[in-house]
């Protein structure tokens, strides 16, 4: 009887075929395997992580105020020539131990922030960072002996005091951190007709100096490092956009914008 034979072409086209179908599996089952494995590690060290990782202090409040104002001058022609017209933002973030009692444990020894960043820089004006006192708070006033270069360190105070003139924070936790953000210079030497004619000096000179909100809109982040009485260190990265409107629908425009975020910033051991 004949035998039929497959044209030598066909044979090593089904062994190729066959060749490829075997490297396929093997990899499909090794990457599959690489998968769980990592997912599984990766879940194993974040329950770790989760049951070690004690929460000492977080942050559960960001206030935010927001405003403009400009140096202006009045001209003999009536006219208003503003030399800096300037939108500001006061930033009041409330540490809080996680246990009420006080201990070692979660009263402060050390506090700063580093890191500063402006993730999206406002099209218009020049932004910096300053340290700004409670009791200036929700004012226009801002020190340039306060612009924070690199970093803000905190004296860290036991003592019941109102001179917050300085960077200080109490020990308990009591007071905020307070900080200005100032967007200097977004108009130089711009000239407003009838000076006395409902002039505020507020958000609404934004409106008046056509200023748009896309132009100035910026957000900000840096790093809050807090040593406790034990010495250990904790590190929280924050992030929050420069608030120009509000939910409710009002706007800078209208004179100002105050923002509360109810936030959940935990801090993390570091050492």
């Known amino acids: 009887m004949d035998k039929k034979i497959t044209p030598l072409p066909e044979i090593k086209r089904i062994f190729v075929l066959a060749i490829l179908v075997l490297i396929f ?7 599959s395997r690489g998968y769980i494995n990592k997912s599984n590690f990766e879940k194993q060290i974040l329950e770790i992580a989760n049951k070690n ?28 020539n503003i030399h800096n017209l300037y939108q500001y933002t006061d930033i009041a ?25 402006f993730v999206k820089k406002p ?20 020190i340039e002996e306060n612009k924070i270069e690199n970093d803000l360190h905190f004296n860290i105070s036991s003592e019941d005091t109102n001179d917050l003139t300085t960077p200080t924070l109490f020990n308990n936790c009591a007071n905020p951190l307070t900080l200005g953000y100032v967007n200097n210079n977004i108009k130089i030497d711009y000239t407003l007709p009838d000076a006395f004619s409902q002039i505020a000096y507020d958000g609404s000179l934004l409106k008046r100096c056509a200023v748009t ?8 982040s840096f790093d809050i490092h ?14 929050f956009e420069i608030p120009l409107e509000s939910q409710d629908g009002a706007s800078i425009y209208d004179g100002k914008v105050l923002l509360k975020n109810n936030t959940n910033y935990t801090f993390y051991r570091c050492n």
Do not use: W
């Open 226 to 239: 807090i040593t406790n009485n034990l010495d250990q260190q904790f590190v929280c990265p924050i992030y």
């Open 213 to 220: 909100l896309s132009s100035i809109a910026s957000s900000v």
């Open 93 to 117: 973030i409330f540490l809080r131990p996680v246990q009420e009692e006080l201990t070692y444990k979660n009263t402060l020894k050390d506090v700063y922030i580093d890191n500063i960043n």
């Open 123 to 142: 099209e218009a004006g020049t932004p910096n960072l300053y340290y700004k006192s409670l009791n200036d708070f929700a004012t226009s006033k801002h």
């Open 53 to 80: 990782e004690e929460k000492i202090f977080t942050i559960n409040d960001i206030t935010l105020f927001s405003s403009a104002d400009s140096n202006a001058e009045v001209m003999q022609n009536s006219t208003l």
């Open 25 to 31: 599996t093997f990899l499909s089952y090794t990457v």
